[in-house]
């Protein structure tokens, strides 16, 4: 079988313009919704905002978090946005915390974690067990399992230990934060 000039390059040439056509509907796909999902995800953020914190009526964005504030521009707490390493990959978690130094909210943003596992980190029992207050966790919360938690402590989901201490990491990380921005101010 002898292979000419035109039978390989006529194919060549309508695959070649088959995917300009492609790639051109694809960017002029992504040109148009690309204000629509960026005002989905910030209104998804702040909706994750007046979740993780709410007596907060506004927010005022700070140098790597945002301050909440009530209807007289009272600040009434902090919201701080961090990651850890999951099981099935990062997860970001919003928390919460009032001027008050206590946690007022959990919302796990993102995660690739196994469905029915890892992604009963959305489950509000599971995020309830993190308000408490962060005064007196000098070493952050810890995870425990087969035990009922006490202060300070977070009991692990049942075959999901990594995703319980990925999103108790990034709670401690949104602790330190704040221990570090604002305890030394009583909070304020």
């Not at 008050?100 to 980190?121: D, Q």
């Not at 989901?157 to 934060?177: C, D, F, K, Q, R």
């Amino acid at each position: 079988m002898k292979l000419d000039a035109k039978s390989v390059l006529a194919p060549a040439a309508i695959l070649f313009a088959i995917c300009i056509v492609v790639a051109a509907a694809l960017a002029g796909t992504n040109a148009l919704t690309e204000d629509r999902i960026a005002q989905a995800a910030a209104q998804k953020a702040e909706e994750s905002r007046m979740v993780v914190l709410p007596g907060a009526e506004s927010f005022e964005e700070r140098d790597s978090h945002y301050a909440g504030l009530d209807g007289a521009g009272q600040t009434v707490g902090y919201v701080f946005e961090t990651e850890s390493k999951g099981y099935g990959g990062t997860v970001k978690v919003m928390t919460g915390i009032s001027t008050e130094g206590e946690i007022t909210g959990v919302v796990v943003l993102s995660h690739s974690e196994t469905p029915g596992l890892g992604a009963n980190a959305e489950k509000e029992s599971f995020r309830e067990q993190y308000k408490q207050p962060v005064g007196n966790l000098a070493g952050g919360i810890q995870v425990v399992k087969f035990q009922a938690p006490n202060e300070g402590e977070i009991q692990a989901m049942t075959g999901a230990t990594i995703t319980s201490a990925a999103v108790t990491n990034a709670v401690n990380s949104a602790i330190e934060m704040y221990q570090d921005a604002y305890a030394s101010e009583g909070g304020k």
